[in-house]
């Protein structure tokens, strides 16, 4: 009982010197410094790859509509399917690659690493607007980070859409949990047009387009509330 009560005071203590260590901003900074060395150690090698046939052909190399940010390609985006998905944000962010270098695989690579970096540091953000605790943010940031499951997203230029749509979905519920401290909790109940809310609507629909799989988060929403 003496060596549960010691074990459980340690961790406590631990944990208590983990949150205040995360408490400067100098810290905070350190820490996304070290995620982004960590994603670049796993996935760097995915920097390098090229194109591959499944997919990569239909959305990039072979799809017309990829290929330069024109007025043309941007209606095309917006009214034709890939043509199981309607993902127009998707192919327009294929468009500014194709853009800037063509069809460079480096660069769509680069993107794709970039999004789920974003994905990672979003995680932090919603898991401590839930739970109010820096440690767990964390932690569960970087077991997203590593996990395997992400690596096809990532590491694949056609999981654009998936990656892409990670960011969105995270940052609306972010918005959506997100509470000005400066007013009361009724007056940001009832202020459903603030500009936490609009932030969570406006990044709801940039998902959709990105890629319908989205939809559910409405429900999301009302089970995390």
């Not at 100098?26 to 591959?52: E, H, P, Q, R, T």
């Not at 769509?108 to 979003?122: A, D, I, K, P, R």
Request: proline residues 3%.
């Amino acid at each position: 009982m003496k060596n549960f009560i010691s074990n459980s005071c340690i961790i406590r203590s631990t944990l208590i010197r983990m949150d205040r260590l995360f408490s400067s901003r100098k810290n905070v900074l350190l820490w996304i410094a070290g995620v982004a060395a960590l994603l670049l150690l796993i996935y760097g090698v995915s920097l390098m790859n090229g194109f591959v046939v499944w997919d990569d052909a239909l959305l990039v190399t072979q799809n017309p509509i990829a290929h330069g940010l024109t007025w043309a390609n941007i209606k095309a985006a917006f009214t034709t399917y890939d043509p199981e998905l309607y993902i127009p944000l998707t192919l327009l962010s294929f468009q500014i690659n194709y853009t800037l270098h063509g069809l460079l695989p480096f660069g769509y690579h680069l993107v794709n690493l970039l999004l789920h970096f974003g994905s990672v540091l979003l995680i932090a953000w919603v898991m401590f607007l839930m739970t109010k605790n820096k440690v767990a943010a964390i932690v569960a940031a970087l077991l997203f980070a590593v996990h395997p499951i992400n690596v096809e997203a990532v590491a694949w230029v056609s999981g654009r859409k998936d990656v892409l749509t990670a960011v969105f979905f995270l940052l609306s519920v972010g918005a959506f949990l997100k509470k000005d401290p400066e007013r009361s909790e009724t007056e940001t109940k009832n202020d459903r047009f603030g500009l936490w809310y609009a932030i969570s609507i406006v990044s709801f629909i940039l998902g959709l387009l990105a890629k319908v799989s989205i939809v559910s988060l409405p429900l999301i929403l009302v089970l995390i509330t």
